[in-house]
């Protein structure tokens, strides 16, 4: 094999799995997603939990974690900071609990970096008011935000590498590819056309 069929292969070795890489789709990875809560959603309670806990598909990150528990009239339930453990998040509630409906907004930034966001409601006693609307305004002091009303992003992970750099670099090695088979293609038929002469010339003197 000749260096420039050596460097036709080289190329192609490079430049294929490169196409491939860039045109074949790769699945965006997936968000964490809520898997559990205590009480879950919807749950009718006898008595005030002592505690809501979130637990998640994987472990989300301690960082602008934010749980809010809303009672029946849209009211915020003094509760503890949010409490990041691997999978769960948790927040205790006040010793006295009134019956009634409560709705549970939470935020937390998924393990792959990304804010997620929910909520669902539970209820304490029977015959108590129900909960509160999900998307209800609770009163807040000054400064303070909502689980809910912050953005939360969405969409697939950036790339690391830009696309268009690859693509760039895809189109760098498809016009070596062409250049070199171009010259490979005219140094065989240069070879082709200086040999035949000789053929020629060797007939004659063979007879």
Not at 85 to 92: A, F, L, Q, Y
Request: net charge negative; hydrophobic share 40%.
């Amino acid at each position: 094999m000749g260096v420039f069929a050596r460097a036709l292969s080289a190329t192609a070795a490079i430049l294929i799995p490169t196409l491939a890489a860039v045109l074949v789709p790769v699945p965006a990875s997936a968000h964490d997603a809520l898997v559990a809560s205590a009480p879950e959603d919807g749950q009718s309670l006898r008595s005030a939990p002592e505690e809501v806990v979130l637990t998640f598909s994987g472990e989300v990150m301690d960082v602008s974690t934010a749980v809010l528990v809303l009672d029946s009239r849209a009211e915020a339930v003094h509760t503890t900071e949010p409490l990041v453990r691997g999978h769960d998040v948790s927040v205790e509630l006040p010793g006295e609990v009134a019956e009634g409906g409560y709705a549970v907004r939470w935020r937390v930034v998924s393990s792959d970096g990304h804010p997620i966001s929910g909520s669902f409601t539970f209820e304490v006693g029977e015959g108590g008011p129900p909960p509160p609307p999900l998307d209800a305004v609770p009163e807040e002091e000054p400064g303070e935000s909502s689980p809910a009303q912050e953005p939360v992003a969405s969409g697939p992970v950036a790339d690391p590498v830009p696309r268009t750099a690859v693509l760039a670099l895809v189109g760098a090695l498809g016009g070596l590819l062409l250049y070199l088979a171009a010259l490979y293609l005219r140094r065989r038929q240069h070879t082709a056309g200086s040999t035949s002469p000789v053929a020629t010339t060797t007939d004659k003197d063979s007879q």
